[in-house]
């Protein structure tokens, strides 16, 4: 698929988030087969543009092509002048978050509340729009299902997103209101899909090839958005590659590969955080990677006690050498999981595969 200009290797995206999706562990992502990563999200509040942690948001060194920065605020000028801001340094594809529910962004007004306010949420559209498309840089939008279970308005915005300008658009399978709670629904991903003319992107709890192949099915989306389940797993998408072109599975990774991984990406965290962030901010991705393994728990609660790059990295070292030695991979489905698919689930997907595959019985 392509967005605007760029032909994406593969319909498998990173989801962005917050704390988590840095430039290292996109880059990492990328590498082990991801087709897209979008950044976390960047304020759109100017004053906050020269702070460290904006600053090392809006880097992007050294990372593949294309680039995305989602941002996030509440005001169209500010939000178009955040675009422009992101495209100087680097930006490729400006992405609108209005899927985040995190209260510091949705008391603010922004994120997923803007689902709440349609006039708003079209008018920021249109303002980062007409900031992009002079410098040929397509807008994309991440969003939920809407506000409520009773203010379910995804479909009404995605049509008046696409008649704005926007060249790809990302569902989560869950209105605001929910969290993270419950279980994602492929429904309304699917209707929004069977509306539009531009990729869709299905979003939500999907942790394991067999489930990208069934949301793929039952949405007709055009690609994926992996989040939760990339933490401490970043492996995944070539093995949710893998398992699309072949229908087999890919060996889990070698402990040796993984103790490599692991390393690799702790340098690439530090260079970008420095000793004292880096080591702290390091913590939670060492603690996803050895959450599943033997001995993982005991290790993640002895890591925070570490502070200083050379003991994190000798501690995890120490770790995959000691598993190493009594087995040769990973255990399989190692890493987070955000709740496997079950066979009900499975079969309920399933059924509803042929049901999607007619747009317009789809849209009603
Ligand atoms: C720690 C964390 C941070 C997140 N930050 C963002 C964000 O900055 N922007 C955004 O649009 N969504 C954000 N999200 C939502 C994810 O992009 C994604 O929609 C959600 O986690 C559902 O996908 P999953 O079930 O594959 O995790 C965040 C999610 C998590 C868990």
């Excluded at 698929?1 to 032909?7: C, E, K, L, S, V």
């Excluded at 904006?54 to 178009?80: F, K, Y």
Aim: charged share 25%.
């Amino acid at each position: 698929m392509n967005i605007g200009p760029y032909a994406l290797t593969n319909p498998l995206f990173v989801a962005p988030m917050a704390g988590v999706t840095d430039r290292p562990f996109r880059s990492l992502c990328k590498k082990l087969g991801a087709g897209y990563a979008v950044s976390e999200m960047v304020t759109s509040r100017r004053d906050l543009w020269d702070t460290l942690k904006t600053s090392r948001r809006a880097n992007h060194e050294g990372e593949a092509a294309p680039i995305s920065v989602q941002i996030a605020g509440t005001d169209a000028r500010m939000m178009a002048e955040a675009a422009a801001y992101n495209i100087d340094r680097g930006a490729q594809i400006i992405d609108i978050n209005m899927g985040c529910p995190a209260k510091k962004v949705c008391n603010k007004w922004a994120g997923s509340a803007l689902m709440q306010d349609e006039a708003l949420a079209l008018r920021i559209i249109e303002a980062v729009v007409a900031a992009c498309a002079p410098r040929s840089v397509p807008v994309t939008l991440k969003m939920r299902t809407g506000w409520s279970q009773d203010h379910k308005n995804a479909l009404a915005i995605a049509r008046a997103a696409q008649s704005a300008g926007v060249q790809m658009l990302a569902v989560h399978g869950r209105t605001r209101e929910q969290g993270y709670k419950g279980r994602a629904e492929y429904d309304t991903i699917a209707a929004v899909k069977a509306a539009l003319r531009i990729p869709v992107v299905a979003n939500g709890d999907i942790d394991s090839p067999e489930k990208v192949r069934d949301v793929l099915a039952c949405t007709g989306a055009d690609a994926v958005m992996i989040g939760r389940a990339a933490q401490g797993r970043p492996w995944i998408f070539r093995e949710v590659a893998h398992f699309l072109a072949t229908g087999t599975h890919l060996a889990a990774p070698l402990v040796v590969e993984v103790k490599r991984l692991l390393l690799d990406h702790l340098l690439d965290h530090y260079t970008l955080y420095g000793e004292l962030t880096g080591t702290r901010t390091a913590r939670k991705h060492i603690g996803w990677y050895v959450k599943t393994l033997p001995g993982g728990e005991a290790f993640r609660v002895r890591m925070n006690t570490l502070d200083d790059c050379a003991a994190q990295l000798n501690a995890v070292a120490d770790f995959f050498d000691d598993l190493g030695v009594r087995m040769d991979r990973i255990p399989t489905n190692s890493g987070t999981s955000i709740g496997t698919t079950t066979g009900d689930e499975r079969a309920v997907l399933s059924s509803r595969t042929s049901r999607y595959k007619n747009p317009e019985k789809a849209a009603a």
